[in-house]
Every structure is written in structure tokens, then in C-alpha cells.
């Protein structure tokens, strides 16, 4: 049964007085890939189990179109689910399983055999129809549990941190997968993940959320580029968040100060001058040069290693002076890039990523430019 939309109007859970998730408002529309992004306990997987019908509401309403859903029980719902473990029967088949979902809605014999030939053909398959669960590899066994969720037609496809217990390399396979099946097939698809790279590489939008409410709902470009709050931006990959205290305005701009180093930055929110704040800067972002020179970007001159081209005219240096010295303690290879942690001469650790080869012990000075670097109010989670 398809659907143009799902709404879930001010859905909360409560266990025991404690607030779960509070007022989740989302509207899905057909055809859409959501993930819910967040770390553990921040309420996403007590969000899917509302949408499912697995956990009941303590407020709120979830609503298919124009008919109300959650006061129906979770079989009448039409989802197929994918959960962490697999969930498979070890003593089935391969083809047993897919197929047990389709034989409890007693769909006729020969509609079942097409269906499930068609589902392990979607999943690459066919060979190990035969084959128990405990046959199979961790991923051909997940192949299984979303074949089982496909073959029942349904109106939304529900995913509970399905690559979790995937090495790495299976875990890019399967996002391929993943996403190759949502959209050859129409799904709609809602996903939790604590991954940020595997929510911005599958999802049309990421909803974020933090202590069971939500921070943020966006595009993957929107959240990795725009993060409304340092809350979102420590989850989009800033992993360099600096409690600072805000100074003056510098045109659309903020000033903060950094270890006697004047910063500006671009402010999120209003921070007023004298206001607790955190400036963010990711990795890539952060400029390296040598021991009292300029800093540079990391890897080709004028472009910041994963953005966009510096504009003719922009300063080099946003840093005041030569920018901010530190000294090299990791370097850690990973492929055309290094992953580096300098700490500061006041003993702050700052991670950059470039196409640089600095060695442990070096002196370096860093910098960035203003636009890159992001100036939150303290407080900033909702």
C-alpha cells in the first residue's frame, strides 16, 4: 500500500519519566530516504520503533495521508523492517526466510515463488537460496534480512542500524546496495545511524538528534555545510570545537580570540560580544605552514583541502600575524591524505587533514579563513 505522505505530528515516547523523544514533527513523502543521525540514546531507534508500532506513544499522532497510523497494531501498518542483528530463523532457508512474510498474508503459492525469486535476484542471491543463515557471511546474511523486507511490497522500509556488525569494507558495499535497491525499486526508506558518512552518502535528509530532540533537519549539503547548532557540528565532522568568548562584530563576520590570536569567523545564531561560544573548524579546513610563515592551504595553494576554490582577494591569512604555532604530535597515513594532531603552544589539540607529509616534532603555524570557521553560542542544542 503506497503513500504520498507520512506525517508524524509531535511524536514523544516517555519510559518511566524520562523523555525518550519529545515532539518529533516530520513530514516523509514518497519515495524519500530519511536517516535519523544522532549518538547512542539520543532517541532515533525509540523513533523508529514508534513509526513501526513496536513502542506506543506517550503524545503525538503518526498519520498516512489522510488516515491516522499509530492506532493501528504494527502488522497493519504495511512497513518492512531490517533490524541490527538480522533477525533471521537459523533452522530456514535462504528462501524460507524471504518467503515466511509472504506466506503469514497467506499470498498465493505461485506469487510467493515469483517474488522471491525476484527478491534474491535484487540481492545477488540466487546461489545461496538453498543455504541456512549460519552458512552465510555477515553480509550475504543482511542481504537476506532486506530481501525479506522488499519482498512484502511495502509502503516504507524501515532500517535499525542495519551495517553495524559489518566490517568496514562490507559496510561500503552494502550502503552501494542499499541505496542501489531504494532507488531501482521506489522505496521509501527510514534509517537510524550513529555514521554521519553512511547517513550523507544514502539519505535525501537527516533529521539529528540530540537527548531525544531534534537539532536539526536538512539536506546532507545543508548539515554538513550549514550546522545549526555545535551539536550537529561535532556530529557533521568539526572536530575542532574551541570553547571562546565572543568579541566584536567585523563587518557580517565575528571576532573571537585565540591564545592571543585575533580569529574572525562567521556566527551562527547571535552571539553577542562577551557571550560564551564555540568556534568550529573541520579538519580539512585548518591551513598549515612553517614555524613563523604564513599559513597555506593544506595540500594546493589558494584552495582549502574539501571546499571550494578561495575567492581573488580573500585573505590568506584570517589568523592575525603568521597564525597560530603549534607543534606536531600524530600523524596518522591514510592514503592520499594525512590525518594530523598539533597541539598548541597553550596546550590545545587542533586535528587537520592535508596532502602535506609533516613529521612528528615539526613546528608548524595553522590558520583559517573566516568563512570556515563557524562561531556558535555555547548553549545552541534545543
Known amino acids: 500500500m503506497s503513500f504520498e505522505t507520512l506525517r508524524l505530528d509531535g511524536v514523544s515516547r516517555s519510559f518511566g519519566g524520562h523523555e525518550a523523544l519529545a515532539g518529533l514533527d516530520l513530514t516523509i513523502k514518497r519515495g524519500e530516504f530519511i536517516a535519523l543521525l544522532g549518538p547512542s540514546g539520543c532517541g532515533k531507534s525509540t523513533a523508529l520503533n514508534c513509526l513501526a508500532g513496536l513502542l506506543p506513544l506517550t503524545r503525538g499522532s503518526i498519520w498516512q495521508d489522510g488516515a491516522r497510523l499509530d492506532v493501528l497494531p504494527p502488522e497493519r501498518r504495511g512497513f518492512g ?10 533452522h530456514l532457508s535462504v528462501r524460507k ?18 517474488r522471491v525469486d525476484e527478491a ?18 555477515g ?14 511490497e511495502p509502503a516504507l522500509v524501515l532500517m535499525d542500524e542495519p551495517l ?18 531504494h532507488q531501482s525499486l521506489g522505496l521509501t526508506t527510514v534509517y537510524v545511524t550513529h555514521d554521519q558518512e553512511e547517513a550523507l552518502s544514502l539519505a535525501d535528509r537527516l533529521v539529528v538528534l540530540r537527548a531525544g530532540r531534534v537539532q536539526q533537519i536538512g539536506t546532507p549539503e545543508q548539515l554538513h555545510t550549514e550546522p545549526a547548532n555545535w551539536h550537529v557540528a561535532d556530529f557533521m565532522g568539526y572536530r575542532n570545537l574551541l570553547p571562546l568568548r565572543a568579541g566584536p562584530r567585523d563587518g557580517t563576520g565575528i571576532v573571537v580570540e ?19 561560544v564555540i568556534a568550529g573548524i573541520r ?24 571546499g571550494p576554490e578561495v575567492a581573488a582577494g ?69
Open 81 to 90: 523492517m531490517v533490524f541490527q542483528n538480522y533477525a533471521l530463523f537459523p
Open 97 to 114: 526466510n524471504i518467503a515466511f512474510g509472504l506466506q503469514m498474508r497467506r499470498v498465493p503459492r505461485a506469487e510467493i515463488r515469483r
Open 120 to 137: 534474491l535476484r535484487l540481492v545477488h542471491l540466487e546461489e545461496h537460496a538453498g543455504k541456512l543463515p549460519g552458512q552465510l557471511s
Open 139 to 152: 553480509g550475504q546474511q543482511q542481504r537476506v534480512a532486506i530481501a525479506r523486507a522488499v519482498v512484502l
Open 164 to 181: 553495524s556488525n559489518l566490517d568496514a569494507k562490507l559496510r561500503l558495499e552494502m550502503r552501494t546496495e542499499i541505496r542501489r535497491l
Open 258 to 276: 585565540f591564545e592571543g590570536h585575533r580569529l574572525t569567523g562567521t556566527p551562527v545564531g547571535d552571539p553577542a560580544p562577551g557571550d560564551e
Open 283 to 306: 579538519p580539512e579546513d585548518l591551513r598549515i605552514g612553517p614555524a613563523g610563515g604564513p599559513g597555506v592551504p593544506a595540500g594546493s595553494p589558494g584552495v582549502a583541502a574539501g
Open 314 to 382: 580573500s585573505p590568506e591569512v584570517p589568523v592575525g600575524g603568521a597564525g597560530v604555532p603549534a607543534t606536531v604530535e600524530v600523524v596518522e597515513y591514510q592514503g592520499r591524505e594525512v590525518a594530523v594532531e598539533a597541539r598548541t603552544d597553550g596546550g590545545v589539540a587542533l586535528n587537520l587533514r592535508t596532502t602535506d607529509r609533516p613529521a612528528i616534532g615539526d613546528r608548524i603555524t595553522v590558520s583559517v579563513e573566516p568563512r570556515r570557521l563557524l562561531v556558535f553560542p555555547a548553549g545552541g542544542a534545543t
